[in-house]
């Protein structure tokens, strides 16, 4: 029997919801298109909006003439930088805690200095979209070029043009571990490579939407897309009311993948709204969409391994360069994601992180999907295949001589007490690849493998609290309200799975209330694989306070000490005493006649750390991780450079899946994110202007493109999510593009460095290595 | 200047009477009408996300004109089914775990409910290309090619597994 219908047995007898396949409770609204996402809703005497970009990426201001545009008949609105609050939009992390507030502030509109290509210029609320824009085109603006810098490299030299701060260096972050001249001296080899990663865009299909109006209590409320409903203290110290004066009310969100975890329309509205006094809707176009959020961001990514002739690594140097754009937005934190990550899930002991991030005139980046630890997966794991290579030793036998094993401390020397099954993982992969495809006289067959160590749960210095509440109505139904956003993953879906695994009732019993910032309890952002991990424990100790009084109602009923009580299948009942039950329905009248609380209100926290040491980066970073494989087959034709992925598998112990569908449902849309990183996806800017600005330059993989994943969960029950479950959102997609370039570069025999891994870079590569024999 | 001309459209069904500027977009009218099933992604004809069966046939509503559909019948995903009795493509889509964010949904199940007009026994190279304009970002797509083979054998009576 292998691990995973291991697991599923265990959790068949243990469990009555959890680790079964249910439909979410979201998918029946979906299918037949009743579910309304934040651009459906719409209000009597609402406006349009529209936003006037900037067309350059580096010029100061001169001139912005909107009168023609206010004079336009239908225009309710124009804002510039002239008649908004003497205020800047924070672009820190978003949530709940707040403790440790970077200098991270944006301009709303462009004041005087344009930093990057569609910085916003102005604001024009109208009462048609159409008007809206003719608007926008009757705006004119003087601009006076300046210098500006487009290359993290270049912008760390000495008199390269200033875009943040003193010199641009947005955040450095180290480890320094062990002893490295040490570490190198005890090394048979030497290897040294460069990686680089490109601009990446999510591309959810929604894009960025809302609409705002002011109530009777003088309320600003907000319904929109978004990951984040807590923006809301932001929202309201940028446009100057008090915290409680802002309410975001989260909808279904049509995909986020860290794309709408910073503030994207909510000031925008807000604004328009309280300058008209009416209700307006924003919504941005594709290209708006394209340009108008964070990217992920490009690392430039230098390793230099010390190894044994055994294949042992005794010291390993990394130098990381993250290009951090215009503004700082999430830049220092996905920086200190890549620097914890940076040797992979391997025991080093001879460390050294040095990483920075580099403010340019190019679109500022800020999260997605694996944040900054998928850049450095790309990097440790096609360094572990070229140590392989030179040393002449099998790459899984290489990864197996250097694992990091349970129990052992991980790059920031702190010892994680969770299962790491990243062995077992790689083999059950790699075996699963099964026999290899033949080629032919125009294909090349490779394989590829990437093991990873991927965080969930945020940085334990934020101090991260989640809270939930569940109640039982008169009529056994339940209830469950957490402010948690539901971002297409089946966040709420789960939470409803968990409760109803607790009391003891069938999934249809359960309702979630969830994404109101001003109803539903603060449950922080659905963000950094924290959803499940963090509301799922909040949501379960809530369940359980009300169980136990349920429970302890109905060990009086029966005689009983409240050990003795089981539930399940909306019944209470005497456990191994078939005869004696009773509905779950009158256990909880009897509760709601003798005044017995049938709701609960409960915080969960994670751990609580102080910062990493500065000058060694050691301490702990995260909560918990998460370890798994990815492996694939690919096909290579050398004569046109495609590759086609004909197997795909991936591992991944996610600790207990609360939904294997839904786990599965993650891993599959995971490697075709991954296969796009790797092979098609590339935001191309030219002097900061981005010249992909829709999906026809701008290539996700489609229907045509993807294999058919084959998806292996294993479970350890050892994480610190409910029932031991681990994050799976961001794993997922970690380890897929490294797996493809491996085998890629397995297949032609060529490494190429930068991704994406285009035809024309590896017919191009094909060419050079036939050039250089 | 704005020229409009008053349209009868079948929509769902309902044979509905409308006042439509000469440059309004068929998925411009119908989200106008309170059709908000229709999705908008791209207005490129990119991403398929608002795509409509017009007699029958999936078209991105964004690339058509809504005076060009005059007289013709426009079926939306709500118009093939509803929560009380979903078309057999919604009900494998729900059971199957197709469904993610949902956002793409609707033009998918009117481009599978296109292909399986023409081709009631489709294997899985028809799916893919009868999808291969319809961009999902968090599915994977794999779910629901399966999805749409459970659908087609539902539709043709045959027992699901």
Known sequence: MDDTTAGQALANTLYRQIGKGLVRTDAPGKAVGKTKFAGDHSLPGMLHAVVLRSPVASARLVKLEVEKARALPGVACVLTSRELPDRLAPTDIPGQTGQVRMNTDQQILVRERIRYFGEPLALIAAETVDLARQAADLIKFELEPLLGVYDPEEAMRPGAPVVQGEDNIVATHKIKKGDMAEGFAAADKIVENTFRTQFIEHAFLEPEVGLAWVDENDVINIRVSTQVIEHFRFIADTVGVPHNKVRILGSLVGGGFGGKEDITVEIYLALLTMHTGRPVRLEFSREDSFVGHGKRHPFVMTYRTGVTNDGLITALEVRLTADAGAYVFLSPYVLLYATVAAPGPYRIDNLSVDAKAVATNNMYTSAFRGFGSAQACIAYEQQMDEIALSLGIDRIELRRRNYLKTGEPISTGYPISSAIWTEKCVEQAWAALGEPTPSTATTRIGRGIAAYQQCYGRLTFLHDTSEAWVGVEVDGTVVVRSGVTDIGAGQASTLAQISAEVLGVNLSNVVVYNSDSATTPLAGTTTATRATYMTGNAVKLAAEAVRDRLVGRAALHFGVVPSEIVLGDNQISVADHPDRFMPFVDVVRMCAAEGIHRSELAIFRAPFTDRLDPETGQGQAHPDYTFGAHAVEVEVDIETGEVTILKSIAAHDVGQAINPVAVEGQIEGGAAQGQGYALCEEMIYREGKLTTPSFAEYLIPTAMDVPNVQCIILESRSGLGPFGAKGIGEPALTPVAPAIANAVSDAIGVRIYDLPITPERIVAALKAREGGC | ?161
């Open chain 2, 1 to 161: 200047m704005t020229f409009e001309r008053k349209l009868s459209i079948r929509i769902n069904g309902q044979t509905v009477q409308a006042a439509v500027p000469a440059h309004r977009t068929l998925l411009e009218m119908l989200r106008d009408l309170g059709h908000v099933d229709v999705k908008r992604g791209c207005e490129k004809g990119d991403c398929g996300a608002c795509a409509v069966l017009i007699d029958g046939e999936a078209i991105d509503s964004c690339l058509v004109l809504a005076w060009t559909v005059e007289g013709k019948d426009v079926v939306t995903v709500a118009g093939l089914g509803d929560a009380e009795a979903p078309h057999p493509l919604q009900k494998a889509f729900i059971a199957n775990g197709a469904v993610q964010c949902g956002y793409c949904i609707p033009g998918m199940i009117i481009a599978a409910q296109s292909m399986l007009n023409e081709t009631p026994n489709p294997n899985e190279d028809n799916i893919r290309l009868a999808l291969s304009g319809n961009l999902c970002r968090c599915t994977g797509y794999k779910k629901i090619f399966e999805a749409v083979e459970t659908a087609a054998a539902m539709i043709r009576g045959e027992a699901i597994r």
